[in-house]
């Protein structure tokens, strides 16, 4: 399924060449960053209506995610660097009678209505898979974020062996929690040094925050 068209980067025109380079070969390196969201609008606008909330900081993060190319960033078939025009959220949906996860996906839209409601059926249609990966059409395009609901947690970090080509985000979500009499959601964010710096990373958690904290685009959804 041809879902995203990845595209070369200019090499001698972009900023983050060196440090591409940098990170890339000679010191290649990951790192996360948690970040303790306000999600208190988001909670308190969604009450008593039919919207997902889990489904709403989804299109959140894919909304700004496919904002910046740091984040959109792969290798082609010759190891260059490359960006996608789009990427997709592929979560999780957990069995909970197995304890088992599935890994789906949904792609990403720019209108809010149509994402929830084509997530909603795709956590549906795969609450009881009894495989890792149910769907046989997941492109390469997508960026993973998992949640852990059943804990709230102040660092999370990925140990993946041998992931120095992958350059895409990865997501964690973990349980709300109050804090000063606000609701806060940890959102832990690992990626490619070479792809993206700490500067790139705040803006990525500053933007959401700033979305979620005015989510009248969530309530367009109608049931």
Known sequence: ???????PIDLS??????HFAHYRDRVPCTYAMTVDVDVTELRSALSGTAVKSSIAVI??????????QEFRMALDPTGAPAVWDVVHPAFTVFNAERETFAGVWTPHRDDFPTFHDEAAEVVDRYRTA???????????????????????????????????????????????????????????VQVHHAAADGFHTARLVNELQELLAAPEWALTVVR
């Open 130 to 188: 009894t495989t890792l990966f149910p769907q046989a059409d997941t492109p390469a395009n997508t960026f993973d974020v998992s949640s852990i609901p059943w804990a709230s947690f102040t660092g999370f970090t990925l140990q993946i062996g041998d992931g120095w080509d992958h350059l895409l985000p990865i997501i964690t979500l973990g349980r709300y929690r109050r804090a000063a009499e606000r609701t806060v959601m940890p959102v832990a």
């Open 59 to 68: 299109w959140a993060l894919s909304t700004i995610v496919n904002r910046h």
């Open 13 to 18: 025109t972009w900023p983050r060449r060196e």
């Open 1 to 7: 399924m041809a879902m995203g068209t990845l595209r």
